[in-house]
């Protein structure tokens, strides 16, 4: 999505119709955002159940250990098979997202726009504003927050994962685990994460920015064409 202008120095029909295209599509943008605020509480509650799932499982595995010794072999493989557990998780939540955004209806203004500045006019003129704004502000808010959790989902299981193959190779290697501590493995969980999801967060950036952008721009078009009734 794109940065919306919508002052435009020539203020002519087929501008006025193109850019009330462009802000029709931008709101569309916005709905689907909205849709996934709306979602963002039961994708939450999957993928932290997941993970909760994932931690108590593995802690009453640790618990079995102590109680009847694993080999290192049955423990790993445990282990990763846990793993499923919030990947799965993560999995299920992203696809419920996709499910709800998907549903979402837009373009129903297309038809109108066909017929021209007038119907371009019309929508404008008949558009509630503030209703408009608080859809915006809410809709970059919960994009924001699904982004956030989803990178920090990501990052607790690449922690276990890389721990978990750290602890492998040295074993395999030196015959023995704990060669690195839980400080090395989060940091360089970092790292990975953000080389898989950089391209996801800076276009999430960047279309948090736009919405920025085009609310504060469309408060002074608001202005402008109230201004403009008025005085007609």
């Known amino acids: 999505m794109s940065e919306k202008n919508v002052k435009s120095q020539e203020l002519t029909e087929e501008n006025v119709v193109a850019q009330v295209a462009e802000l029709m599509e931008t709101l569309d943008h916005v709905k689907k955002y909205n849709a996934l605020a709306g979602a963002f509480k039961r994708f939450a509650l999957i993928v932290l159940g997941s993970i909760a799932v994932f931690l108590a499982v593995g802690a009453s595995l640790g618990f079995l250990n ?58 404008l003129l008949e ?52 060669f690195l501590g839980l ?25 948090i920015r736009a919405l920025d952008k085009l609310l504060w721009e469309l408060r002074w078009f608001s202005l402008e064409l109230r201004r403009a009734e008025f005085q007609t």
Not at 69 to 95: C, E, M, R, W, Y
Not at 104 to 114: A, S, V
Not at 147 to 174: H, Q
């Open 66 to 123: 102590l109680v009847a010794t694993l080999d290192k072999p049955q423990l790993f493989i445990t282990a990763l098979l846990l793993l499923l557990v919030p990947v799965s998780g993560i999995a299920a939540g992203i696809l419920f997202i996709q499910r709800k955004v998907n549903a979402i209806k837009t373009g129903e203004w297309k038809e109108d726009l066909t017929h021209g500045f007038p119907s371009a006019l019309k929508i």
């Open 127 to 178: 558009m509630d504003w503030d209703e408009t704004f608080d859809e915006i502000s809410s809709g970059r808010v919960g994009y924001a927050l699904y982004g956030l959790l989803k990178a920090a989902a990501y990052w607790l299981i690449t922690v276990f994962t890389v721990g978990l193959l750290g602890n492998l190779s040295a074993f395999l290697v030196l015959g023995k685990t704990g």
């Open 183 to 207: 400080p090395v493995w989060g940091l360089l969980s970092v790292l990975i994460v953000y080389l898989i999801l950089r391209k996801d967060l800076s276009r999430r950036y960047k279309q």
